[in-house]
């Protein structure tokens, strides 16, 4: 499932497709969501793509409505057992789907994701390496305070994801949202501790973060958890708090704490 609106460079999408063609497992189908109308330069990359492989499906939102209503298109005009989550600019590593099937089918996982190699530009010079919690219960522990699945590595069960009310239409939050909920249906989750996809992060990433209208959906996310048992009020009043000033707070500050928290520069990985 890959949603694509006009921001991302039509360059990033035809990698990211070509990424997808390389799959060691072949995936059933794959839904580009076209998320409002695009460039000339994103169709001929879709069609390109469309010569090379039949199973791509493309599914045309009118107007771009954001990332929540696109990948909930997506979850609904997909019809296999299990969701890929691909984002359009990243790169899949050429093993990812098969990796993640076979361990979700040997845990009897709900969703599995996976460490993210971060880069600028070239995805063979990573500025670190994303990890997140391996286990459920420790996922359960990180969910009360971030996201705790890497959302561009995402692979989940489809009818567990709908029944649970599939994703939100938020913005910036819509994944996290989604996961929650899951959790607090039941889902078994896990996470590889190996790097399956590259992730376009950098300076960009914490641009996107800093918009004024994120404090609405902050506050939003933040009464959803609590809504569905995830958090406490006391847990809600820190996370509002903590992430509000992590918003508003000069990026010189947040990103050397952002790289303690969540970037391993110690780990290398060689782009596929």
């Known amino acids: 499932m890959l949603p694509v609106h006009s921001g991302v460079r039509p360059e990033h999408l035809e990698a990211t497709l070509g990424s997808i063609h390389s799959q060691s497992l072949r995936a059933d189908e794959i839904v580009v969501v076209e998320d409002g109308p695009l460039r000339a330069g994103h169709h001929k990359a879709i069609e390109n793509f469309l010569g090379q492989d039949s199973r791509v499906r493309r599914v045309k939102i009118q107007t771009n409505s954001g990332a929540g209503v696109a990948n909930q298109v997506g979850l609904l005009a997909a019809t296999g057992r299990w969701i890929a989550k691909v984002d359009a600019d990243d790169i899949n590593v050429p093993h990812r789907f098969e990796r993640q099937l076979a361990e979700v089918q040997r845990q009897g996982l709900d969703v599995c994701g996976s460490a993210m190699g971060e880069f600028t530009d070239d995805p063979a ?140 520069s110690s780990l290398r990985v060689e782009a596929p």
């Open 125 to 264: 010079v990573l500025l670190g390496v994303r990890a997140s919690p391996i286990s459920h219960d420790s996922i359960a522990r990180r969910m009360r305070w971030n996201n705790p699945i890497n959302h561009p590595t995402a692979f989940f069960r489809r009818t567990f994801a709908l029944r649970a009310g599939g994703y939100r239409p938020m913005r910036y939050m819509q994944d996290y949202d989604l996961f929650a909920r899951l959790l607090s249906a039941g889902a078994q989750m896990g996470n590889l501790a190996e790097v399956l996809v590259l992730f376009r992060g950098g300076s960009e990433m914490f641009a996107r973060r800093r918009t004024s209208s994120i404090h609405r959906w902050e506050w939003e996310l933040q009464r959803n958890l609590r809504s569905y048992g995830v958090i406490t009020r006391t847990e809600m009043a820190r996370n509002v708090t903590t992430r509000t000033v992590a918003r508003v707070a000069p990026a010189s500050l947040i990103e050397p704490l952002y790289n303690r928290l969540f970037r391993d």
